[in-house]
């Protein structure tokens, strides 16, 4: 195929414009080591191009294939569409390929396109059978069968192998996965700046595996591969004298790898985990996910993990019988240290006990720096929260407790921190440490998934600002393989915040690969009768509504359709449909003539009238109701309509049971319950400003009354109706409850419940976090148009609310940035507003009476909505509009 289309004879050919940007597989720049053999491709469009008509993609399995014009893996062809994904579509990728790809696309005026850079990615194992090496460990610390008491006691395992190389490679990949924590090395250098590998995963029968380019770290003759194993969440015993939520094992510690070097005359050379590993015990003592680590300075083995080092003296690892769990390719960024925050203050509590502050409430881990003489035993205790006599603060509903780990300094400068656990802090108390160690000592690693920010939200109003500033602090200290609750007591990935609150992760990181990788883990967490249960990774089995909520379990159904309406890939709906159909059969075979009566509520909610069949009824329509959108997406449109008449049979079921005729309320007439009514469509038209107007005098009266299931149904519906004055006064309130409550408290992160900071409980959990999505949507007017998929048409409609006079804010879409700042300064208002190539918008200005407009040529008008906002349909670019 010709690289440009051809021309009409006589008429000359246009210079093609710049390609395509920002070419994504699996919603990551350049994956190295990706299990999926048919991957999702994406990109951008240049300014170039401010709308497309058409695509082609070419795969080769080489850069010099492409610039020669072959696409020997895969050629498109052109297509029609607007489309800025696709799938590849050609023979099947095997274990190990590499490919490059480029895509062009067409303008409105039939014009293609330069072609773009190219993109590159890189197959890992696909199969189990792939791997030339073989699960091992340390022989004290395996175990046949699940024994959480494997290891006890045990310091934690160093495992070696030494390789030869005959000459140096051109290239070099280690494929690595381990059970609970592991940290691999190539000649004592570590071979990623990742910390707590792997993921969460369900690890009998998937374990995350990572894949390395280690051709600069390899050299002719010997080499050693080093890995460091740790039990993680992986294998959690029984711990005496420390806090754990849970005990039990899932694996215990083990890893498998493979290095595959490739040599100039086209050779190679695969050496794996085998016998000839040798193990060794460390100088980590034990590590417990929950309760702490303890380490000994004096126990390092100078050389470990370097060539020429004698290893006579260490055991034979054992290689592990059976298959073992399947090695499958991770799909989304890993955790790493995002942030250091060196200790603010070094105190003395009134006991003399020293302790650090780092400022704010994060998790991560503590980096501990000292000189001290060899044999110093040091304690320390993390903690969100200090006592009134200036010590940290552990309880069972704050952290857990207790947590602390303990250190025992070597020869010389000792620079440490946990290397296989991690922990939620403010502060750190230092038991045992002398006077004259001064702040320095001490500094938080901040960890998260390494998923790119990509929002930015700042008003004129100070305490707006710092209630984005802690609710993003806590999305990011329970941003870890999977979203946690908190950081500390539980760890564990509760999975209502994942879909509640999607918006105000989205608005604030890239999370494309991310969520991916959650669905597979929760898909994977499914039960054979179609139940999601409410955490997954399912370490734990709850029983009752703590195991089967459908506002919890329904995340399998709302999160595809989430990541498709954002980042307009209809992969993920293609892959997860099966398990949807699943569970949406699960919650009609549990169901009562369309009602769903079993859940937790409207968990945390301050109402206590929400009937708990209300709450649950609520998701199981909302599940079938996803179902309609996604099924019609996928153009199977029996299924849509068997979806649309069961969500039909809920709402009748609804309006039956818990309206009152007789006062035209709804389930005891709370906030929850009504704002849960006015949702699924069961309050009449004609009725729904009276529910309004009860709901948004509650709020102005009382606060706000719900949990963390309606919260963000409150801020969408009143937001949706207008009611922004009533939010905005709840925004800025500093009485319980409310947000500003935290900040005046002094939180610094997002708490659990309204009054945490003085209640106590979690000092980090961001399920009450839904008011983000209000700022960014309507404070900003940060939207998708109805209908809109993948950013396709904006709905640019910044609110002005009184005591609020300017908001600046930015998130990124599927086509690119979205950018809005308005100001406004007496009588004149001023908006500025970028537009992404491949998108348009329709921009609404306030409705001031009396006010002239002033607008770019290009802006066209249009018919103004409900509201009475006048407004203008502008294309891609950056505008300004003016009102005076």
């Not at 990551?28 to 991957?39: E, N, W, Y």
Request: proline share 8%; charged share 20%; net charge negative.
């Amino acid at each position: 195929m010709p690289d440009q289309p051809t021309q009409d004879s006589g008429s000359p050919r246009p210079e093609p414009v710049d390609g395509p940007l920002d070419l994504r597989t699996l919603g990551m720049t350049v994956p190295l080591g990706i299990g999926d053999p048919r991957p999702p491709f994406g990109w951008r469009l240049p300014e170039s191009v401010p709308a497309q008509t058409g695509w082609q993609v070419q795969v080769a399995g080489s850069a010099e294939a492409l610039a020669d014009g072959r696409a020997d893996l895969w050629d498109s062809g052109e297509v029609d569409g607007d489309d800025q994904h696709a799938r590849y579509a050609g023979a099947p990728l095997d274990s190990r390929a590499g490919a490059h790809w480029r895509v062009r696309v067409r303008d409105a005026d039939g014009s293609w396109s330069a072609w773009s850079a190219l993109a590159r990615f890189e197959l890992g194992l696909l199969r189990p059978g792939d791997w030339t090496g073989r699960w091992i460990s340390h022989p004290a610390w395996y175990a046949d069968d699940v024994d959480p008491r494997v290891g006890e006691g045990l310091p934690l395992p160093l495992l070696a192998g030494e390789i030869s190389l005959a000459e140096r490679p051109v290239r070099a990949r280690l494929h690595v996965a381990g059970a609970g924590v592991y940290y691999a090395s190539i000649n004592g250098t570590p071979v990623s700046d990742a910390v707590l590998e792997p993921a969460y995963t369900d690890f009998p029968r998937r374990v995350a595996a990572a894949s390395h380019d280690v051709t600069a770290l390899v050299r002719p003759g010997a080499n050693v591969i080093g890995i460091e194993l740790g039990p993680g969440i992986a294998h959690v015993y029984p711990h005496q004298d420390r806090y754990m939520k849970f005990y039990g094992s899932k694996l215990s510690p083990r890893a498998i790898a493979e290095l595959e070097v490739h040599y100039a005359e086209g050779s190679s050379v695969r050496f794996g985990t085998d016998d000839s590993w040798r193990a060794a015990a460390g100088a980590t003592l034990r590590s417990h996910w929950f309760g702490g680590e303890d380490y000994d300075a004096r126990r390092e083995l100078p050389g470990w993990n370097e060539p020429g080092t004698d290893r006579s003296g260490w055991t034979p690892a054992v290689i592990i019988s059976g298959d073992g769990p399947a090695p499958v390719a991770r799909t989304c960024p890993p955790l790493r240290v995002v942030e250091r925050l060196p200790a603010l203050t070094r105190t003395v509590a009134t006991d003399g006990t020293p302790v650090f502050d780092v400022g704010v409430v994060q998790a991560g881990l503590v980096e501990l720096s000292v000189d001290l003489p060899a044999g110093t035993h040091l304690r320390l205790v993390p903690g969100d929260q200090l006592d009134d006599f200036g010590r940290v603060v552990q309880s069972k509903p704050t952290t857990g407790s207790p947590i602390f780990n303990t250190v025992i300094t070597g020869d010389g400068p000792l620079r440490w921190q946990p290397r296989f656990r991690y922990d939620g802090f403010r502060y750190v108390e230092v038991q045992g440490l002398p006077d004259h160690v001064g702040p320095d000592a001490v500094t938080a690693l901040v960890v998260r998934a390494d998923n790119e920010p990509v929002g930015t939200f700042e008003t004129s109003v100070p305490l707006i600002n710092s209630i984005h500033t802690i609710i993003d602090r806590a999305v990011q200290g329970n941003m870890y393989s999977v979203l946690t609750d908190c950081p500390h007591r539980e760890k564990l990935g509760w999975l209502e915040q994942v879909h509640l609150l999607f918006d105000v992760v989205a608005y604030n990181y890239d999370v494309a690969a991310y969520y991916r990788e959650l669905l597979a883990t929760i898909a994977e967490a499914q039960t054979e009768d179609g139940l999601v249960p409410d955490i997954a990774p399912e370490y734990v089995v709850f029983a009752d509504g703590f195991r089967d909520d459908p506002n919890w379990g329904g995340v399998i159904i709302s999160v595809p359709w989430q990541l498709y309406r954002w980042y307009g890939d209809l992969a993920v709906l293609q892959d997860h449909y099966p398990a949807m159909v699943r569970y949406l059969d699960y919650l009609t075979g549990r169901s009562e003539d369309g009602l769903l009566p079993y859940g937790l509520g409207d968990w945390i909610g301050l109402d206590k009238t929400t009937p708990v069949p209300l709450v649950g009824t609520w998701g199981y329509w909302r599940a079938a109701d996803a179902m309609i959108n996604i099924a019609t997406a996928l153009g199977r449109t029996d299924d849509a309509e068997r979806y649309r008449a069961l969500a039909a049979k809920i709402v009748d079921a609804f309006r039956r049971a818990f309206h009152d005729p007789g006062t035209g309320r709804y389930g005891g007439g709370g906030q929850a319950a009504e704002l849960f009514a006015l949702d699924v469509g069961a309050v009449p038209e004609p009725d729904r400003e009276a529910v309004l107007d009860r709901i948004s005098a509650s709020v102005d009266e009382a606060g706000i009354t719900v949990g963390e299931i309606a919260l963000p149904v409150l801020f969408r519906i009143l937001g949706d109706a207008g009611r922004h004055d009533v939010l905005w006064r709840f925004a800025n309130r500093t009485e319980h409850p409310g947000y500003g409550y935290q900040v005046v408290h002094g939180a610094t992160a997002l708490t659990e419940a309204w009054d945490g900071p003085t209640r106590g409980l979690s000092q980090n959990h961001f399920m009450l976090g839904a008011i983000d999505s209000w700022f960014y949507r309507h404070l900003a007017g940060i939207g998708q148009a109805a209908g809109s998929l993948g950013w396709r048409e904006l709905d640019l409609a910044p609110v002005v609310v009184d005591g609020l006079d300017a908001v600046t804010a930015r998130t990124r879409g599927a086509r690119g940035d979205v950018a809005v700042a308005w100001r406004r300064d007496g009588e004149t208002f001023r908006l500025d507003v970028t537009v992404p190539a491949g998108s348009v918008a329709t921009v609404r200005l306030p409705a001031w009476p009396d006010a002239k407009a002033v607008v770019p040529e290009i802006a066209e008008p249009v018919t103004p909505g409900a509201d009475g906002r006048p407004s203008w349909l502008v294309p891609a670019g950056t505008w300004s509009f003016e009102l005076g």
